[in-house]
């Protein structure tokens, strides 16, 4: 299942607890999109993400400049 998460409003490093409690939610194989600002967001959700064993599959800019779409899978 795909679910989404939206930590636009959230300050480092509020935007990976956020979305590590989001993720501790799901079952294996199922793809969290969160939903982050240019700048730490973007550098540290993936990078701590990845430390911490989960998958991130894709890094992309939405429609709207300087909002991207990061696609992790547990």
Request: net charge negative; charged share 25%; proline share 5%.
């Amino acid at each position: 299942m795909t679910y989404n998460l939206d930590v636009t409003k959230e300050h480092c490093p509020m935007t990976f607890v956020k979305t590590k409690i989001e993720l501790n939610k799901l079952r294996k194989g199922d793809i969290l999109n969160v939903k982050v600002i240019a700048g730490e967001p973007l550098e540290n959700v993936p990078r701590s993400a990845t430390e911490q064993g989960f998958n991130v599959l894709s890094v992309t800019e939405t429609a709207t400049p300087g909002i991207y779409n990061i696609e992790i899978e547990k």
